[in-house]
């Protein structure tokens, strides 16, 4: 038996293990020593202007969009239900060069009575550059204290604006994230964004949230600095672009995103296929939060970013190191057995586009399916066939 192979292959199961079981587990018994922080009950305003509004943040809500004629009525008239002092809040809807009417229906669903009040700017830029180039552009036009981050296909709830403020009352808090829902789940979806989800608020607790979900998050304008233009992950980049400056980032679990616009299998394939590639990138790009001065930050992103990149190639690796030990040990044999039986199972599945009624199962598809999805999106950054600019899937 070669001791490299086995030293390789317990390593790989090890890492496989523990980031899917053991670091959850350990940052669960972690916060359990930690003293809960600010409560997030939301100040009692009730659309009624008061003195304390004055003390309240200016805020301006960027939303870029490509081609959004089918959300942007809807979020115009979400956006008109927030509970916020009319003279503190501004919405900026920056086009990227959009060949749908999108625009128009913005400004036609200004005009309805219930919309009127808002403060809505609509910036229409004729050549379509990308989500980032828009975030570089439009950041530059805004100038209000708090920057909040939003796709036009996710509601928000309506006191969202005034739960994040109460954040950013704390100087040392610099991004405030959202809990993220999707309208219509399939079973795996809603597995795995509960487990993610799970892991966000316990990663805020630890003082070490990573990144955000572009659904909805916040942070102090003053703070942002211009995206490099090939970003793919901008909602993860910008956020930690501010923790890197010693900032802290935060969840609460009470400020809510919906997600409206359903993807079939394919799409989130194709979806996830770039944010693997985006992980790749991010890794590279902010490697210097591994350094142990970030402390938490340094832990959860090793633990949770950093491994799902090489996760995939770990999971390779711990099968065919198995597979080669089968041959010394009853166990090793079950062992490679079962990971065989699994990633079959798994690809027949995809392959006849069955729909898993079992939660195990679905979970076990969406799992499989994501890291596939991640390794291909890795492979095709690294060989230069992923750009930075956003696609419909």
């Not at 999108?102 to 009127?116: G, H």
């Not at 975030?135 to 604006?161: F, H, P, R, T």
Request: charged letters at 20%; glycine letters at 6%; one cysteine or more.
């Amino acid at each position: 038996m070669s001791t490299w192979i086995l030293w390789l292959t317990a390593i790989s199961t090890f890492l496989v293990i523990y980031h899917h079981l053991g670091y959850p587990l350990l940052l669960k018994v972690l916060v359990r020593c930690i003293p809960s922080s600010l409560s997030s009950t939301p100040m009692t305003r009730g659309y009624n202007s008061s003195k304390a509004d004055e003390e309240l943040p200016s805020v301006a809500i960027l939303m870029p969009a490509f081609n959004e004629a089918q959300w942007i009525a809807d979020k115009i008239r979400n956006l008109a239900t927030l509970d916020y002092p009319n003279n503190k809040l501004r919405i900026v809807l920056a086009c990227d060069g959009c060949s749908d009417d999108t625009a128009n229906i913005a400004r036609e669903t200004l005009n309805e009575t219930s919309c009127q009040h808002l403060d809505l700017t609509v910036i229409e830029y004729t050549v379509n550059e990308g989500k980032v180039a828009v975030i570089n552009k439009s950041m530059a036009l805004i100038n209000e204290d708090i920057v909040a981050m939003s796709d036009i296909s996710s509601l928000i709830s309506i006191d969202a604006l005034l739960i994040a403020a109460m954040h950013f009352a704390d100087p040392k808090i610099g991004v405030v994230n959202s809990r993220y829902h999707l309208l219509e789940p399939t079973e795996g979806e809603k597995k795995y964004w509960d487990y993610q989800c799970a892991l966000q608020h316990r990663e805020a607790k630890m003082g070490a949230t990573l990144g955000a979900h572009g659904a909805l998050y916040l942070m102090r304008r003053e703070l942002f600095t211009p995206l490099a233009a090939d970003t793919i992950n901008d909602d993860f980049v910008l956020p930690m672009s501010i923790v890197a400056q010693g900032y802290r980032g935060t969840v609460d679990d009470t400020i809510c995103a919906v997600e409206l616009e359903p993807t079939n299998a394919d799409q989130d394939f194709k979806r996830r296929l770039r944010i693997g590639a985006g992980n790749y990138q991010q890794m590279v790009r902010l490697a210097a939060l591994l350094n142990p001065k970030y402390r938490g930050v340094a832990f959860t992103f090793a633990s949770g970013k950093a491994l799902r990149v090489v996760m995939p190639f770990l999971m390779l690796i711990a099968l065919m190191g198995w597979l080669w030990l089968a041959q010394f040990h009853v166990l090793f044999l079950m062992g490679a057995a079962a990971q065989v039986v699994a990633y079959a199972l798994v690809a027949f599945i995809k392959f006849l586009k069955i729909t898993p009624k079992n939660p195990m199962l679905a979970t076990l598809c969406y799992l499989v399916s994501g890291h596939t999805a991640n390794m291909i999106g890795t492979l095709r950054y690294i060989v230069g066939l992923e750009a930075g600019r956003w696609q419909r899937v």
